[in-house]
T-cell receptor
């Protein structure tokens, strides 16, 4: 699985959009981009995933660059409850699942 | 409801003792994973299994062992060879042959007495 690089930490004002970047320059054509978040001492929670098209769900939007070497997770109206560690991973799908490696993630702090 | 159950939530180990962490899923997922998380750090992959009776080492397998005798179960044994076992352990599963995301359990926190 390709390695990802994320900033260690970010701040965001409550009610504003939070834009979390992720670099995955060695991503392969059959690898999806997944985003999870983890609140202290809990298991990671799935947010969104995509292959090459931009995706949106009730939680967030995922913007993937045309060359697929980077992506951005957008939380459109951040709340204090969005304070968490956010992980971007890439993983081969449509196989026997395969190895899935997480990095250190980005600690997002939403401030009042 | 379907999900992943990890037990116990808290576990204490004496020096030189082996302990086994339980992970059970009723999602009919093919692949299962074990991760270790140290304070302030990300998840590191210990072992993973794509099908029953088969498993592969992750990035930090030394001092750990696993088995996958049933599809729904993937227990992790922390052996006495693991010199620094204090950590938060997370189990995950995913359906093979799909792009669906991993599901995670609530974790087991292991401490040394």
């Amino acid at each position: 699985d390709a390695k990802t690089t994320q900033p260690t930490s970010m701040d965001c004002a409550e009610g504003r959009a939070a834009n979390l970047p992720c670099n995955h320059s060695t991503i392969s054509g059959n690898e999806y981009v997944y985003w999870y978040r983890q609140i202290h001492s809990q298991g990671p929670q799935y947010i969104i995933h995509g292959l090459k098209n931009n995706e949106t769900n009730e939680m967030a939007s995922l913007i993937i660059t045309e060359d697929r070497k980077s992506s951005t997770l957008i939380l459109p109206h951040a709340t204090l409850r969005d304070t968490a560690v956010y992980y971007c991973i890439v993983r081969v799908a449509n196989t026997n699942a395969g190895k899935s490696t997480f990095g250190d993630g980005t600690t997002l702090t939403v401030k009042p | 409801d379907g999900g992943i159950t990890q037990s116990p939530k808290y576990l204490f180990r004496k020096e030189g003792q082996n302990v086994t962490l339980s992970c059970e899923q009723n999602l009919n997922h093919d692949a299962m994973y074990w991760y270790r998380q140290d304070p302030g750090q990300g998840l590191r992959l210990i072992y993973y299994s794509q099908i029953v009776n088969d498993f592969q080492k992750g990035d930090i397998a030394e001092g750990y062992s696993v088995s996958r005798e049933k599809k729904e179960s993937f227990p992790l044994t922390v052996t006495s060879a693991q010199k620094n076992p204090t950590a938060f352990y997370l189990c995950a599963s995913v359906r093979g042959g799909s792009n669906q995301p991993q599901h995670f359990g609530d974790g087991t926190r292991l401490s040394i007495l």
